[in-house]
């Protein structure tokens, strides 16, 4: 097969991948039998194109890399699985915690919980997120920064630093996907990116994520499940995930 007709299929592999977007290194070189190395060149050159994404042992599609979906449609997608895992997030925060919350829609489903608990804090950098809770008479800060249309959700150097003039007790995030051993990733460069100052200003930090996303993985690395106090889902916890928490 020649260069460019294996290139072409290498993007028909991608395209028509339902995990993401994401195909390893390995699993493409069988596919198309070829070697792997045959396969990084080429990968190298569709990078060159900006047609494709390499990242975490194999490659992405730069369309889904760079996902746009709008808030109200997230909030549609696998809705009674993001409410339960939100519900079971909810049930460890306490009366009187200061709070970050990111402007996942996971994430927002659990602020009709939050209405149970007293003298609460919240520091979010979702404009959706802060009306709802202004609603619910909740304290809250919202971060400001430089807003996303799709996803209503206040990032850059502004919401970051917002983010480290607090020290909260607990933090609630989402993301895009979380592989099988435990690494957290997503599509967003700049909602990664406070994600992790979150992450760092945080005493708690709990990961949210219905059964969907298990198994993706995308280009930027968020943090492992090792770094965090536990992981709420609505389905079941992979068994070697048990002794990584530390609440």
Request: overall charge negative.
């Amino acid at each position: 097969m020649y260069k460019t007709e294996r290139q072409r299929e290498l993007m028909n592999i991608l395209k028509e991948e339902k995990n993401g977007g994401f195909v390893s290194i390995h699993r493409l070189a069988r596919q198309m039998f070829a070697s792997e190395a045959t396969i990084r060149r080429d990968l190298r050159d569709l990078e060159a194109q900006n047609a494709i994404k390499r990242a975490y042992g194999g490659v992405a599609l730069m369309e889904y890399l760079n996902q746009n979906i709008p808030l109200p449609l997230r909030e549609q997608t696998h809705h009674p699985e993001k409410v339960e895992a939100a519900r079971r997030a909810a049930s460890v925060v306490r009366d009187g915690d200061v709070l970050f919350l990111d402007g996942a829609s996971t994430t927002l489903e659990m602020i009709p919980f939050l209405a149970e608990r007293k003298d609460l804090t919240v520091i979010t950098n979702a404009a959706s997120a802060a009306d709802r809770l202004g609603e619910l008479g909740i304290r809250t800060y919202c971060t400001g920064g430089l807003l996303t249309p799709s996803s209503q959700a206040y990032t850059g150097r502004f919401a970051e630093e917002m983010i480290r003039s607090f020290h909260a007790d607990a933090m609630f995030f989402s993301s895009a996907g979380i592989s099988p051993e435990g690494e957290i990733t997503d599509y967003s460069d700049e909602e990664t990116s406070l994600r992790r100052v979150m992450l760092l200003q945080a005493a708690r930090r709990y990961f949210l994520f219905d059964t969907s996303k298990f198994g993706k993985v995308f280009c930027y690395s968020v943090c492992s499940v090792a770094q965090l106090s536990d992981v709420f889902s609505n389905g079941a916890i992979p068994e070697e995930w048990d002794g990584l928490f530390h609440t």
